[in-house]
């Protein structure tokens, strides 16, 4: 029998880097290949549900990760043209989880602490190790890396792709990426400015026909920190122009209608899809986080819910490999985190956006007056705020057998 073979794990993002800890710390060997040569300074996610919050606490994470992120007590929806519409009181999640509110850090901050604690649990990254291909049978399975000292050959006995929304894992599964892409491509901004005095909660979000977006406080390299603007900027535009800080100086001026002048950290541009894998499992691979599942950030739903399936898989796979279960358990991993993907993250990422975009002046007015009204009901902004931070897509997922 093989199960004592290491767990392969390709990828080590968010995803990847938390279930090696959380097979880690049950006492299952793994080993982490990454095809970059370092951890990636990823700017992309940021901000942090309380759900994900409970999760690294398990893994001895959490109290590191709280000491250098911004905690966010309230959020807004607000209007381009009207100012605030609603604001989110997170502190009514008091009692519903140990850390009532967003927590702002991005994923840069996070993966080095998530490896720390593996490699004090006695793991090790492998960097520039680019995962090729792999065969199963029935003990185990025996990938392909491209190195820089040529091709290694590993034996695991079990292969867990988290490597990201491209996954070479996924391709080789043949398993369809159902969903679609978004037309437009989002711009982020990071400024040095100030948006509190300007009535901004730390992270807030912009309705509006044509000029919708999000914003967000990041702590970046410390104090001050910086503010993160998103908007979709023109389609026909081409990515070197909206990237440049010219472009960036007028949309923002616009967006925000302040004059400026801006103090730029730094502009990107991504495309937006929504997307999930037709199967995470095929016998002894299975795929994990973005390279299983990906969606918009309008509710940050993208890192939490990567983090959430890693969790989900990481404890049913410690008790496969430590005998305590059947491997039909990860087969409830997959119906567990496929369906809170489909039934939650999906469904209410593409609301979100689509409730910011609205063009149709009625419909928009609907809306609007529909989230004035959940907001001025005790019992049903505290609903909202369980749903829309995430502990009923966990919850539910739970319950799924
Ligand atoms: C602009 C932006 C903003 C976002 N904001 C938020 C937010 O606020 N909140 C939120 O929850 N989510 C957010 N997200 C989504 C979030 O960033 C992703 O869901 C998250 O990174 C997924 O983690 P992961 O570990 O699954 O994949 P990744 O972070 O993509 O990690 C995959 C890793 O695998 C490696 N890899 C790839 N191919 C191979 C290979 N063949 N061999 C070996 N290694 C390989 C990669 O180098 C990488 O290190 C945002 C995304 C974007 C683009």
């Given at each position: ?7 392969i794990i390709?990828g ?5 880097l938390?279930v ?5 710390q049950a006492?299952?060997p793994s080993?982490?290949f990454?095809a970059?040569?370092k951890l ?10 309380p759900?994900?919050?409970e999760m690294l606490?398990?893994i001895?994470v959490?109290?590191?990760f709280l000491a250098i992120?911004?905690?966010?007590p ?5 209007g381009?043209?009207?100012?605030v ?7 009514l999640l008091?009692?519903e989880?140990p850390?009532p509110f967003r927590?702002?850090?991005e994923?840069?901050q996070l ?6 604690r593996?490699e ?5 990254v ?7 291909d792999?065969?199963q049978d029935?003990?185990?399975v025996t ?6 000292g040529?091709i290694e050959?590993?034996?695991g006995s ?15 599964m043949?398993?369809?990426f159902?969903?679609?892409t978004?037309?437009?491509r ?5 400024i040095?400015q100030?948006l ?8 807030a979000?912009?309705a509006d026909?044509v ?11 410390g104090?001050p920190?910086l503010?993160r603007?998103l ?7 081409p990515?070197?122009e909206?990237l ?13 209608n302040?004059p ?7 502009t990107?541009i991504y495309?937006?899809?929504q997307?999930?894998?037709a199967?995470f499992?095929?016998g002894?691979?299975?795929?994990v986080?973005?390279?299983?599942h990906v ?6 739903f993208?890192?939490n819910g ?7 898989l ?7 490999a ?7 358990l990860l087969?409830r991993y ?10 939650f993250?999906?469904?209410q990422?593409i609301r979100?956006?689509q409730v910011?975009?609205?063009k149709?002046p009625a419909?928009?007015?609907h ?6 009204a959940i907001?001025a009901?005790?019992?049903r902004h505290?609903e909202?705020v369980?749903?829309?931070s995430m502990?009923?897509?966990v919850?539910h997922?739970?319950s799924?057998?």
């Amino acid at each position: 029998m093989s199960e004592r073979d290491p767990v392969i794990i390709v990828g080590a993002g968010p995803a990847g880097l938390a279930v090696a800890t959380i097979l880690a710390q049950a006492g299952v060997p793994s080993r982490v290949f990454e095809a970059e040569a370092k951890l990636p300074r990823d700017l992309r996610a940021g901000s942090i549900h309380p759900p994900t919050l409970e999760m690294l606490d398990t893994i001895g994470v959490a109290k590191d990760f709280l000491a250098i992120g911004i905690r966010v007590p309230s959020w807004q929806i607000r209007g381009r043209e009207e100012g605030v519409i609603v604001e989110w009181d997170l502190s009514l999640l008091q009692g519903e989880t140990p850390y009532p509110f967003r927590f702002h850090c991005e994923q840069f901050q996070l993966t080095p602490l998530l490896k720390r604690r593996f490699e004090a649990l006695g793991g090790t990254v492998q960097f520039s190790h680019r995962f090729i291909d792999a065969t199963q049978d029935a003990d185990g399975v025996t990938a392909r890396f491209e190195t820089p000292g040529g091709i290694e050959t590993v034996r695991g006995s079990y292969l867990i792709g988290a490597d990201g929304a491209r996954s070479a894992v996924r391709h080789l599964m043949n398993v369809a990426f159902e969903g679609f892409t978004w037309p437009e491509r989002f711009l982020v901004i990071g400024i040095r400015q100030d948006l509190a005095p300007h009535g901004y909660t730390l992270n807030a979000y912009v309705a509006d026909p044509v000029d919708w977006g999000a914003i967000f406080k990041m702590p970046h390299d410390g104090p001050p920190g910086l503010w993160r603007v998103l908007f979709p900027p023109d389609p026909a535009l081409p990515d070197e122009e909206v990237l440049g800080h010219d472009f960036a100086a007028r949309g923002l001026k616009h967006f925000l209608n302040l004059p400026g002048p801006w103090d730029i950290e730094h502009t990107n541009i991504y495309r937006v899809h929504q997307r999930v894998a037709a199967d995470f499992r095929q016998g002894r691979t299975l795929i994990v986080g973005d390279a299983a599942h990906v969606n918009n950030p309008l509710g940050a739903f993208g890192l939490n819910g990567a983090l959430h399936a890693a969790f989900n898989l990481g404890e049913k796979l410690a008790k496969v490999a430590r005998g305590e279960a059947e491997d039909s358990l990860l087969d409830r991993y997959v119906r567990q985190r496929r369906g809170a993907n489909v039934a939650f993250v999906q469904a209410q990422s593409i609301r979100n956006k689509q409730v910011l975009e609205e063009k149709d002046p009625a419909v928009r007015k609907h809306n609007l007056d529909e989230l004035r009204a959940i907001a001025a009901d005790p019992v049903r902004h505290k609903e909202y705020v369980v749903r829309s931070s995430m502990i009923w897509s966990v919850r539910h997922a739970a319950s799924i057998d």
